[in-house]
């Protein structure tokens, strides 16, 4: 799968690649999300779950990146790259972070023994690769959903400037919404 | 509108974190180990507890003052009944907590015997190596005081730790400074105070140095990028 991955890499050489990355912690929905709006399929690098308490959640996980794919234009495309969840890979969080435009970090809203993670993958952004972020609060289909403005208080993001916004990573218009809200706050940043 | 969780995985300052900063009234309930307790808050603080044999009695019971009038508790014995029942068991990890707001009416002149940012501090105090390090994760981060803390502050009982901490905080210094210019400080005892300041609002993280534009990247593409974005 990694050999695809730098296949698709290396063909499109000619063309600038514009980096958003996807992070967040273990079962995220970060797949799910760059699933959703990729024009391609997506590239993974999912392996079985090998922990117990990871195979209760899902029975495969991203071990190195996921890969989407959006074309601008004829000289530009947006690749999102997805982040392994487990802390454990962060080494990872390092590689993909160089060079990227901005971070979409999502959250289980359903989960918060997850938050945590959350946060030290916001830290770690935060002190390493400062660039615009935003907090996607996913799952808020689901009915014990903590809504996105107590998400954004756990994380102490209260006194911030990272948007947390209500994500459903299957519902395309959402998963636009998110990107958008990070395009927005690059185009404050930067425009 | 609420919130639940298990105190294993989302520990008391974090829980009361996130009440103080709603500001909110409504009814913090901890199934401990031993007992169910009932934490009154009002405007983001908790003003009461109380052990309940069933859940559904705080429901029931929704008018304050007629439950403490039903109680026969008076005011001056609050603050005891709160160390009995709040902070005493700070240290405790079994637990699952669900947080509801709304629903319970109180009077108006009703006041916290101990500030919700006390609370934090004292419940931060007691937290393991594994759980600081899940905020304190980096060494890197970066602090400065917020208007709100200074404020904050001056009605608080700190440690000498964390007033050393304090004075070293001024938005330039890392953790990792911090913990150099208290050395021989132990690192956990530092990590500790910045959790609890970082959780009381009286200190907040900023960011280290300005965000850099990525090379190329001009407004035209950008523009380009969101037109293409919201035709998908």
């Keep these: ?191 | 509108m609420g919130f639940s969780g298990n105190l294993k995985d989302f520990p008391f300052p974090d829980i009361l974190q996130v009440i103080a900063r709603e500001k909110k009234n409504g009814i913090l309930l901890v199934e401990w180990k031993d007992l169910i307790v009932a934490y009154y808050i009002k405007n983001g603080q908790i003003i009461f507890a109380r052990p309940i044999d069933k859940i559904t009695r705080v429901y029931t019971e929704q008018n304050f003052p007629e439950l403490l009038r039903k109680l026969r508790v008076k005011e001056e014995v609050i603050p005891k009944i709160l160390e009995k029942y709040l902070l005493n068991r700070l240290d405790q990890r079994e637990g699952i907590f669900s947080l509801i707001f709304g629903f319970i009416k109180y009077r108006s002149d009703e006041k916290a015997p101990i500030p919700i940012e006390q609370i934090i501090l004292e419940a931060s105090r007691k937290l393991t190596p594994m759980e600081v390090r899940r905020k304190i994760s980096d060494d890197m981060l970066t602090f400065m005081i917020t208007p709100e803390g200074k404020e904050v502050v001056k009605n608080l009982k700190l440690t000498p730790v964390e007033e050393k901490v304090l004075e070293l905080i001024d938005g330039h210094r890392t953790v990792e400074d911090i913990r150099r210019e208290l050395f021989p400080t132990p690192p956990i005892e530092i990590n500790r105070a910045l959790y609890g300041l970082w959780s009381a609002g009286i200190i907040k993280r900023v960011r280290r140095g300005k965000r850099h534009k990525p090379e190329g990247l001009t407004v035209d593409i950008l523009k380009r990028i969101i037109e293409k974005v919201k035709e998908l």
């Design chain 1, 1 to 191: 799968m990694l050999g695809l991955l730098k296949k698709e890499l290396l063909k499109r050489d000619n063309k600038k690649k514009i980096k958003i990355l996807i992070s967040g912690p273990f079962a995220a929905g970060k797949t799910q999300f760059i699933k959703t709006i990729s024009e391609i399929e997506p590239l993974t690098t999912e392996k079985k779950t090998t922990k117990d308490k990871e195979k209760s959640v899902k029975d495969f996980t991203t071990v190195a990146m996921d890969f989407g794919k959006i074309t601008i234009d004829d000289e530009h495309e947006l690749y999102l790259f997805g982040t392994p969840g487990q802390s454990r890979f962060d080494f990872m969080w390092d590689i993909l972070g160089k060079g990227a435009l901005g971070i979409i970090v999502l959250v289980d809203s359903t989960n918060p023994q997850t938050f945590h993670e959350a946060r030290q993958i916001i830290n770690f952004f935060e002190s390493n690769y400062p660039v615009p972020m935003v907090v996607g609060a996913n799952k808020q289909d689901l009915p014990d959903a903590w809504p996105p403005e107590m998400i954004k208080a756990a994380l102490n993001l209260d006194t911030e400037d990272i948007p947390v916004i209500p994500v459903v990573a299957t519902d395309k218009e959402s998963v636009k919404n998110a990107l958008l809200t990070l395009l927005q706050e690059i185009y404050k940043e930067f425009g």
